[in-house]
């Protein structure tokens, strides 16, 4: 398994908290993303970056920020938490000279927003 | 739009049965083609990928995929499943010069011993 790690792995919160997640990767790799994944909606890309302070947003950004300050670190931000935003979120790291690379996933992180 | 599809959402068999996941995009251009697995409260694990060469790609777990451009088909086989491939499968594609990994939505695999 590539070195991905993402903290905490669950978290409950209270609507209008701010949440920060992190993903974390010994890999070296220049591409990392951030998807949440809910029942019949499959996997949804939020942000993704393609280096350091290097970012751009995906299919769901609405009320997510990222930021990426260290090629390791990748960190996704919940402004202020809604319940819609209630998911498994995980993230995703590729390496390689093209964004057309295999992408190799963290554990995920459980988040309730009440 | 470019999408995946995957036509089969559910599919339940018994140990030893052969198996064959649906998988189509829309593009009609060059595409790299993946199968990824996620086993019940785990992450996303890649099975197998195409991106160029031969069409018949093997991945781990006795599992394989034939890209038939002509239908523009990434399907996934194994010959015989086991009680341990109850899973999430899940196809994706890169298209064109497109950014982003077009996803299906998956299809829920239960496999009775």
């Known amino acids: 398994d590539a070195g991905i790690t993402q903290s905490p792995r669950h978290k409950v919160t209270e609507t209008g908290t701010p949440v920060t997640l992190r993903c974390h990767q010994t890999?070296?790799?220049?591409?990392m993303y951030w998807y949440r994944q809910d029942p019949g909606h499959g996997l949804r890309l939020i942000h993704y970056?393609?280096?350091?302070?290097?970012?751009d947003k995906g299919e769901v950004s609405d009320g997510y920020s990222v930021s990426r300050s260290k090629t390791e670190d990748f960190l996704l931000t919940l402004e202020s938490a809604t319940s819609s935003q209630t998911s498994v979120y995980f993230c995703?790291?590729?390496?390689?000279?093209?964004?057309?690379?295999?992408?190799?996933f963290g554990p995920g992180t459980r988040l309730l927003v009440l | 739009a470019q999408s995946v599809s995957q036509h089969n959402h559910h599919v339940i068999l018994s140990e030893a049965a052969s198996l064959e996941l649906g998988c189509n995009y829309s593009y009609g251009g060059t595409v790299n083609l993946f199968w990824y697995v996620q086993y019940p409260g785990q992450h996303l694990q890649l099975l197998l990928k195409?991106?160029?060469?031969d069409p018949l790609v093997k991945g781990i777990k006795g599992f394989e995929a034939e890209f038939i451009k002509s239908k523009f088909s990434f399907n996934l086989r194994k010959p015989s499943v086991q009680w341990s491939d109850t899973a999430e499968y899940f196809c994706?594609?890169?298209?064109?010069?497109?950014?982003?990994?077009?996803w299906g939505l998956g299809t829920s695999l239960a496999v009775n011993p």
């Open positions: 970056s393609y280096g350091v302070k290097d970012t």
């Open positions: 195409y991106f160029s060469g």
């Open positions: 994706a594609a890169f298209a064109g010069n497109n950014r982003k990994l077009i």
């Open positions: 995703a790291i590729s390496g390689g000279g093209s964004y057309q690379e295999t992408q190799y």
């Open positions: 890999e070296n790799h220049r591409y």
